[in-house]
C-alpha cells in the first residue's frame, strides 16, 4: 500500500497543528497575556473613562494651574501642543479652542477654584481605582484620600517640569533624542512613584518598576505617532466640524493616554511575574 503522507490521521493538515502551536505560543507571550487580561480589566472601557474624566475634571483645573504660567504667554495650549507634537496649523487650533490664558484667571473664583481642585482629586481617585483593578487589590480606604491630593500636585508638577524643557527649534537630531530620553525618564520615575503613592504602598517598588518603564516609553511612542495622526486630523476636523472637530481629536487622544497608562501598568505586571517565575525556575536547587 502507498505511503499516506497527507493529512494526519485525525484528519487535520500540518499547518493546522503548526497554527495551534503558533497561537498557543502567543496565548502564552507577554502580549498574549497582556491582551487577556486587558480584557478582564475591560481595559478600552477604562481608558475611555480616563479620557471623559480627565477632559471634564482636569482639564479645566490644569487650564487655571497653565495661566499662571505667564511668560508663556499661551497656558494650557502650550501644555498641549507640547504634549502632542503637532504642527504649526493644528498649534493655531488649539490655541484658538482655549482662548486666551489671561482670561481663565481673570474669570475664576476662589469658590471655583477650589471646586476644580475637588474634581482633580476625584481623577486621581480614579486613576488608583484603575491601578487597583490592574493589581487585583482591594479598593483603598477612604482615610487614604490625601494621596489624591500628593498625586495631583505631582501630575501639576512633572507637567510644568516637561513643558519647560522642550527641545529647541532646529535643534540638531543629538539634541531631541537627549531630551526625549530625559522626558522618558521623568515619565518613569512619575509613575513609578504614582504607582506606589496610589496603590499605598501594597505593591513592592520592585514590581511596579517595568510597568512604570513600559508607560514612559508607550506615552513616548503615543507622541510620534500623534504627531503624524492627530496632527492631521486636527486640521482637517477644524475645518469640517470647527471647535467641536478638534474636541473630538483631543479626546481621542486622552483615550490613547488612558490606554497606555493602564495597559503600560498591566503589561508590566505581566512581565514581573514572568521575571518572578524565571528567577523561581532558574533558582539553585534545594537539597532533598
Partial sequence: MPLNSG??????PQ???AF???QRRLGDSVVG????RGREVELMHRAMGFAALSFLTLVPLLIVVAAADLPSGQGFARWLVTGLGVSEVSQAEIQELFGRPGQALQRTTAFGLAALAAF???FGSAVQTGYERVWDLPTARWHTMWRHVVWLAMLVAALLLFVKTPAPDGSPAVVTMLVAGGDVVGLFLFFWASQRLLLCGRI????LAPGAALTAVGLLGLRIFSQYVFSPLIASNAVTFG???TVLVLQSWLVGVGF???GGALAGRLVHEWQVRRRLNLGPRQPH
Fill in 33 to 36: 497575556l497582556t491582551w487577556q
Fill in 20 to 22: 495551534d502551536r503558533l
Fill in 15 to 17: 499547518h493546522g497543528h
Fill in 7 to 12: 493529512a494526519p490521521q485525525d484528519g487535520r
Fill in 204 to 207: 513592592r517598588w520592585r514590581a
Fill in 243 to 245: 471647535p467641536f472637530g
Fill in 260 to 262: 497606555v497608562v493602564y
Fill in 120 to 122: 482633580g482629586v476625584t
